[in-house]
């Protein structure tokens, strides 16, 4: 088993940046992913970095959203540039290898 803390979010302004973190209780060395949820809509997969680096993003967050890992750190980040208001939602980090989920940052997005 595996906890997973996210930190970072918070109430910006459109166009500002934000960096999530998402903090290990554990060394892992598989695909991490980042993963929001706005309200009245499904959760859904926003970026995915594997154990190679490999990433994989939501087309509507290409260009302005990067995930990265430091696996000395056993943490994950997501920066996110260039906020919209459609970018406001719960973001939470997850390790699909063990099915784990952190408990959720809030990013919110003023216009």
């Known amino acids: 088993q595996v906890q997973l803390v996210e930190s970072g979010g918070g109430l910006v302004q459109a166009g500002e940046s934000l960096r999530l973190s998402c903090a290990a209780s554990?060394?892992?060395?598989?695909?991490m992913q980042w993963y929001r949820q706005a309200p009245g809509k499904q959760r859904e997969l926003v970026a995915q970095?594997?154990?190679?680096?490999?990433?994989y993003y939501l087309n509507s967050v290409k260009g302005r959203f990067t995930i990265s890992r430091d696996n000395a750190k056993n943490t994950v980040y997501l920066q996110m540039n260039s906020l919209k208001p459609e970018d406001t939602a719960v973001y939470y980090c997850?390790?699909?290898?063990?099915?784990?989920w952190g408990q959720g940052t809030q990013v919110t997005v003023s216009s």
């Open positions: 997850r390790a699909p290898e063990y099915n784990s």
């Open positions: 554990r060394s892992i060395f598989s695909a």
């Open positions: 970095i594997t154990s190679s680096g490999t990433t």
